[in-house]
């Protein structure tokens, strides 16, 4: 193997974009048929190295050699002629083609007609390399990994030597994760060299041969997989020693402050979204929601928000019915929602105005007369920026500007400060680094001593496992069970999710999701009885 | 040597400014190629369209006053437009709004001018038009929040309806007819410039327009609508990201009506004072200020007073080429239009170089790999 030319070598490599500096002299050796793991926080500089291996950035300084070759590459044809492909994290695909149609789509030589027996073409070499996919489906109808997996055929279809993945396993579940790395071992048997980013570091353990690491734009080292701990990687990438356990504190048990009875809810395209769910949460308590993407975590948020009809069933706060009143009166009561979505701007916070002005966001109308009380805003901020550390130059800066971690500290803090005694939140650390996620888990568990019961939806399930008291898992809008956080396994979990085993009737004393010391009234008991009964007349 | 695109993080005041000013003169030196190719002299043309004829001018107080009918329309409208467009909703229906407001005003001018005292009429006239051009901007509004429409395409076609309507009210001589001019056999839109019209307050023999001061008024009215109230908070919410302002609460279709209602009012406020000054509807009534005041609201990047600033600039191109048109007959009146074009087309160059720049790409890098 010595021998032979690596598969990819940059050196020096330093991008800026305006004085930010993306990558500083960057290093990186990619042998033949290696998996190599490219491990950094976010902003540290991965995907835009990774972006000019492939095409879409050009680098300021520095040279790219691929199997001993200086080589430019100008665009991402120059990639794919050079046998680089890359899997992006935001799927590049088009929703209303086909599977084979969205490869067909890049092919130079591909002709003026489209051809019938593209399909059977494209199913022949994704049987070859072992993967299970329908040419023939079209992108909209697939799941997050049929996705994935097309993508990967792609790269393969177009010849790749080189195979660049950017945060795989982020959308994934557990199971799924375990049938991609296999899918990555055996194309790295077949003699392709894989570059995987990630910053989860017990995946980087389990599938990479190599571990090149970035902190802020540097390149720090590359250490070999057999050699290194996670501790110590964290330390390579952290730049310090930083406590990887997530506390736990026990907190004593309060009653029931939000108790969700028989919720049925339907989503934007008018299907069941959530389906006659039920459970409760305490004060003190987090209760953390599991389930693959896209399984009503969405529509339960909204619901409890006030920002989306129910269908039926009964929502309690503290002994009160809340469905049906607006956002606005659910807020006074002290439930406070904050959803962070893929795109992690589009809702709760607005990107191009100031701290000071989404500080105001949720609370500007309760202001005397018809202006905005921006002095209040501002003191706010200044309080949110030194309470929860967000790196900012000051509070006049557009939210947008921020980095990620600091965005969401805003938002959280935003939140946390008008003093809620409910919170639900839904992927609050989606894409955020070591440092950032471990400062909302503090935030988060402060909140719990305070009282405050916390409904947690989240992606990882090795952080619900340490952070939430209870797991609830849900799959395709039904409660699959309820478990204590301690107790369970990522497996039972996985299998959970998937729909494969349920627990929703392991307890036969009461039925699941109804608290034994419940604020729910007989009358309101009652309604809902009637609500069934009238359900039942009409099927 | 190669060259590529950087972008910029922060670009200072000054380099702003220079390079907009850099872009109007561009825009000038362009023109003036137009102007020598045509055997004008450039410098001549520029000196008089700029001074708009006011220099050695016994009457220069009429100049300044004709540039301000100009001027007024614009900036208001302007203004208005801004208000819809810091939504994001692409209100491009200003020409129709202001003709719904025109006819509006002239219909209350010619009915109530001979019976009612002048203020009362002009204050009348005001309300009308508001109201008037107000609904006819909201069904836009309406159809975008009850069925999703797009509102850049209905606006646009609501601008075709009420200008073909204002055209069949000045072409149909009938007794029902009042618009036009009973003593004229061809059908022409009648006067009504002796019984109603906005008074001026004489400085010297200049006469400022009670019109040009209420338009000032309105500009610092806005800055501070938008500024500092809730509802202008609201208005850049609801701009910047629908979904977040549904999430705090806010009830957006609400809010869109009430502010595209608003826009289209000042619009219509702009037509009642171009009515109220001219004293006569015609079927150019609008001036075009329904375009460009879609330009002066995208070059003054919605900012209320830098409006006042373009209006002014743009308002000097369009009066002042008119004039210079007298003196110069080879070039046509058209010719603000053209350069009018250059200038935004140029500016919109020059925001490219204020949020990027041009370096080039260096050689090589330290060779210290890592093995």
Same mark, same amino acid.
């Given at each position: 193997?010595?021998?032979?030319?690596?598969?990819?070598?940059?050196?020096?490599?330093?991008?800026?974009?305006?004085?930010?500096?993306?990558?500083?002299?960057?290093?990186?050796?990619?042998?033949?048929?290696?998996?190599?793991?490219?491990?950094?926080?976010?902003?540290?500089?991965?995907?835009?190295?990774?972006?000019?291996?492939?095409?879409?950035?050009?680098?300021?300084?520095?040279?790219?050699?691929?199997?001993?070759?200086?080589?430019?590459?100008?665009?991402?044809?120059?990639?794919?002629?050079l046998?680089?492909?890359?899997?992006?994290?935001?799927?590049?695909?088009?929703?209303?083609?086909?599977?084979?149609?969205?490869?067909?789509?890049?092919?130079?030589?591909?002709?003026?007609?489209?051809?019938?027996?593209?399909?059977?073409?494209?199913?022949?070499?994704?049987?070859?390399?072992g993967?299970?996919?329908?040419p023939?489906?079209?992108?909209?109808?697939?799941?997050?990994?049929?996705?994935?997996?097309?993508?990967?055929?792609?790269?393969?279809?177009?010849?790749?030597?080189?195979?660049?993945?950017?945060?795989?396993?982020?959308?994934?579940?557990?199971?799924?994760?375990?049938?991609?790395?296999?899918?990555?071992?055996?194309?790295?048997?077949?003699?392709?060299?894989?570059?995987?980013i990630?910053?989860?570091?017990?995946?980087?353990?389990d599938?990479?041969?190599?571990?090149?690491?970035?902190?802020?734009?540097?390149y720090?080292?590359?250490?070999?997989?057999?050699?290194?701990?996670?501790?110590?990687?964290?330390?390579?990438?952290?730049?310090?020693?930083?406590?990887?356990?997530?506390?736990?504190?026990?907190?004593?048990?309060?009653?029931?402050?939000?108790?969700?009875?028989?919720?049925?809810?339907?989503?934007?395209?008018?299907?069941?979204?959530i389906?006659?769910?039920?459970?409760?949460i305490?004060?003190?308590?987090?209760?953390?929601?599991?389930?693959?993407?896209?399984?009503?975590?969405?529509?339960?948020?909204?619901?409890?928000?006030?920002?989306?009809?129910?269908?039926?069933?009964?929502?309690?706060?503290?002994?009160?019915n809340?469905v049906?009143?607006?956002?606005?009166?659910?807020?006074?009561?002290?439930?406070?929602?904050?959803?962070?979505?893929?795109?992690?701007?589009?809702?709760?916070?607005?990107?191009?105005?100031?701290?000071?002005d989404?500080?105001?966001?949720?609370?500007?109308?309760?202001?005397?007369?018809?202006?905005?009380?921006?002095?209040?805003?501002?003191?706010?901020?200044?309080?949110?920026?030194?309470?929860?550390?967000?790196?900012?130059?000051?509070?006049?800066?557009?939210?947008?500007?921020?980095?990620?971690?600091?965005?969401?500290?805003?938002?959280?803090?935003?939140?946390?400060?008008?003093?809620?005694?409910?919170?639900?939140?839904?992927?609050?650390?989606?894409?955020?680094?070591?440092?950032?996620?471990?400062?909302?888990?503090?935030?988060?568990?402060?909140?719990?001593?305070?009282?405050?019961g916390?409904?947690?939806?989240?992606?990882d399930?090795?952080?619900?496992?340490?952070?939430?008291?209870?797991?609830?898992?849900?799959?395709?809008?039904?409660?699959?069970?309820?478990?204590?956080?301690?107790?369970?396994?990522?497996?039972?979990?996985?299998?959970?999710?998937?729909?494969?085993?349920?627990?929703?009737?392991?307890?036969?004393?009461?039925?699941?999701?109804?608290?034994?010391?419940?604020?729910?009234?007989?009358?309101?008991?009652?309604?809902?009885?009637?609500?069934?009964?009238e359900k039942?007349?009409?099927? | 040597?190669?060259?590529?695109?950087v972008?910029?993080?922060?670009?200072?005041?000054?380099?702003?400014?220079?390079?907009?000013?850099?872009? $109007? =003169?561009?825009?000038? /030196?362009l023109?003036?190629?137009l102007? #020598? &190719?045509?055997? @004008?002299?450039?410098?001549? +043309?520029? *000196?008089?369209?700029?001074?708009?004829?006011?220099?050695?001018?016994?009457?220069?107080?009429?100049?300044?006053?004709?540039?301000?009918?100009?001027?007024?329309?614009?900036?208001?409208?302007?203004?208005?437009?801004?208000?819809?467009?810091?939504?994001?909703?692409?209100?491009?229906?200003?020409?129709?709004?202001?003709?719904?407001?025109?006819?509006?005003?002239?219909?209350?001018?010619?009915?109530?001018?001979? $019976? =009612?005292?002048?203020? /009362?009429?002009?204050?009348?006239?005001? #309300? &009308?038009?508001? @109201?008037?051009?107000?609904? +006819?901007? *909201?069904?836009?509004?309406?159809?975008?929040?009850?069925?999703?429409?797009?509102?850049?395409?209905?606006?646009?076609?609501?601008?075709?309806?009420?200008?073909?309507?204002?055209?069949?009210?000045?072409?149909?001589?009938?007794?029902?007819?009042?618009?036009?001019?009973?003593?004229?056999?061809?059908?022409?839109?009648?006067?009504?410039?002796?019984?109603?019209?906005?008074?001026?307050?004489?400085?010297?023999?200049?006469?400022?327009?009670?019109?040009?001061?209420?338009?000032?008024? #309105?500009?610092?009215? @806005?800055?501070?609508?938008?500024?500092?109230?809730?509802?202008?908070?609201?208005?850049?919410?609801?701009?910047?990201?629908?979904?977040?302002?549904?999430?705090?609460?806010?009830k957006?279709?609400?809010?869109?009506?009430?502010?595209?209602?608003?826009?289209?009012?000042?619009?219509?406020?702009?037509?009642?004072?171009?009515?109220?000054?001219?004293?006569?509807?015609?079927?150019?009534?609008?001036?075009?200020?329904?375009?460009t005041?879609?330009?002066?609201?995208?070059?003054?990047?919605?900012?209320?007073?830098?409006?006042? #600033?373009?209006?002014?600039?743009?308002?000097?191109?369009?009066?002042?080429?008119?004039?210079?048109?007298?003196?110069?007959?080879?070039?046509?009146?058209?010719?603000?239009?053209?350069?009018?074009?250059?200038?935004?087309?140029?500016?919109?160059?020059a925001?490219?170089?204020?949020?990027?720049?041009?370096?080039?790409?260096?050689?090589?890098g330290?060779?210290?790999?890592?093995?």
């Open positions: 193997m010595a021998q032979q030319p690596n598969a990819i070598e940059m050196r020096g490599i330093t991008k800026t974009f305006g004085s930010v500096v993306a990558n500083q002299d960057v290093n990186l050796t990619l042998r033949q048929g290696e998996i190599l793991a490219l491990l950094g926080e976010n902003g540290s500089g991965k995907t835009t190295l990774m972006n000019m291996l492939s095409g879409i950035y050009k680098p300021d300084a520095g040279e790219i050699l691929v199997e001993g070759k200086a080589v430019s590459i100008d665009s991402p044809q120059d990639a794919k002629r046998g680089i492909g890359m899997v992006h994290q935001h799927f590049k695909l088009v929703d209303v083609f086909s599977a084979a149609d969205n490869i067909w789509m890049g092919k130079e030589k591909a002709g003026f007609r489209l051809k019938k027996d593209r399909y059977e073409e494209i199913r022949s070499m994704a049987q070859k390399f993967f299970d996919l329908d023939e489906k079209k992108v909209r109808n697939m799941a997050v990994s049929e996705k994935q997996t097309l993508e990967i055929i792609k790269v393969l279809y177009y010849g790749a030597k080189v195979i660049i993945l950017d945060e795989p396993t982020a959308v994934l579940t557990v199971q799924e994760i375990q049938k991609l790395f296999g899918v990555l071992r055996r194309m790295k048997e077949e003699g392709h060299s894989i570059i995987i990630t910053h989860k570091l017990n995946e980087v353990m599938i990479s041969d190599r571990v090149a690491i970035l902190r802020k734009g540097e720090i080292t590359t250490v070999d997989t057999a050699s290194t701990n996670e501790q110590q990687l964290t330390e390579y990438m952290v730049g310090r020693k930083i406590d990887l356990n997530i506390q736990r504190p026990v907190v004593e048990k309060k009653r029931p402050l939000l108790e969700i009875r028989d919720l049925t809810i339907r989503n934007d395209e008018g299907a069941v979204a389906d006659h769910v039920s459970f409760y305490r004060g003190g308590e987090i209760l953390g929601v599991a389930g693959i993407a896209g399984c009503g975590q969405k529509e339960l948020c909204e619901a409890i928000a006030g920002l989306r009809p129910i269908q039926s069933g009964l929502m309690i706060h503290k002994g009160d809340i049906g009143l607006p956002p606005k009166a659910i807020l006074e009561k002290g439930i406070s929602m904050s959803f962070i979505p893929e795109d992690r701007l589009g809702m709760g916070l607005a990107p191009s105005l100031s701290i000071t989404n500080m105001i966001l949720k609370n500007y109308a309760s202001a005397k007369g018809p202006f905005v009380d921006r002095k209040g805003g501002r003191e706010d901020a200044l309080r949110v920026i030194q309470e929860l550390e967000v790196v900012t130059p000051s509070t006049e800066t557009p939210v947008r500007r921020l980095s990620g971690g600091n965005v969401q500290k805003v938002l959280l803090g935003r939140e946390i400060k008008a003093g809620p005694n409910v919170i639900v939140t839904a992927y609050p650390v989606r894409g955020l680094d070591i440092n950032s996620s471990y400062a909302i888990y503090h935030i988060l568990n402060q909140q719990k001593q305070d009282g405050v916390i409904l947690f939806v989240g992606e399930l090795d952080v619900m496992m340490a952070l939430c008291d209870k797991i609830m898992v849900l799959c395709h809008g039904k409660v699959m069970g309820v478990v204590h956080a301690h107790k369970t396994t990522k497996e039972e979990l996985g299998l959970m999710m998937t729909g494969a085993l349920d627990l929703s009737n392991k307890y036969e004393d009461k039925p699941a999701g109804y608290a034994k010391d419940t604020n729910i009234s007989a009358q309101e008991l009652e309604q809902l009885q009637r609500q069934r009964e039942g007349e009409e099927e | 040597m190669r060259l590529h695109v972008k910029r993080d922060h670009c200072p005041l000054w380099k702003k400014a220079c390079l907009y000013l850099l872009a $109007v =003169l561009s825009a000038l /030196v023109g003036g190629i102007l #020598l &190719a045509m055997g @004008v002299d450039p410098l001549a +043309y520029y *000196s008089r369209m700029f001074t708009m004829g006011m220099v050695g001018n016994k009457i220069a107080y009429k100049s300044m006053e004709n540039y301000l009918k100009v001027f007024v329309p614009l900036a208001v409208t302007s203004v208005a437009l801004s208000l819809a467009f810091k939504m994001r909703f692409w209100n491009i229906g200003g020409e129709g709004q202001f003709i719904v407001g025109a006819i509006a005003a002239a219909t209350v001018a010619f009915q109530a001018g001979p $019976v =009612l005292p002048q203020g /009362v009429t002009l204050v009348l006239m005001c #309300l &009308a038009a508001m @109201v008037c051009a107000g609904v +006819y901007g *909201s069904i836009a509004a309406v159809l975008k929040v009850k069925f999703g429409t797009n509102e850049t395409l209905m606006t646009l076609m609501l601008n075709y309806v009420a200008l073909y309507f204002l055209t069949f009210l000045g072409e149909t001589k009938a007794d029902w007819n009042f618009y036009l001019d009973e003593t004229s056999v061809r059908p022409i839109f009648a006067n009504f410039g002796k019984t109603v019209s906005f008074p001026a307050f004489p400085i010297g023999k200049f006469g400022l327009n009670l019109c040009v001061i209420l338009t000032f008024v #309105l500009g610092v009215l @806005v800055f501070v609508y938008l500024k500092y109230t809730k509802q202008g908070y609201e208005i850049a919410v609801v701009g910047d990201s629908a979904g977040t302002a549904h999430y705090a609460g806010m957006v279709n609400t809010i869109v009506l009430r502010t595209v209602f608003l826009s289209a009012c000042l619009i219509g406020l702009a037509a009642a004072f171009k009515v109220g000054t001219a004293g006569i509807l015609s079927t150019a009534i609008t001036d075009d200020v329904g375009w005041g879609i330009i002066v609201a995208w070059l003054a990047q919605m900012n209320t007073a830098v409006i006042f #600033l373009v209006s002014a600039l743009i308002g000097m191109l369009r009066y002042g080429s008119t004039v210079a048109a007298a003196t110069f007959s080879q070039v046509d009146s058209s010719f603000a239009n053209m350069l009018q074009g250059a200038i935004l087309f140029l500016v919109l160059a925001d490219f170089f204020i949020r990027f720049q041009i370096v080039p790409v260096k050689k090589g330290k060779a210290n790999g890592n093995g």
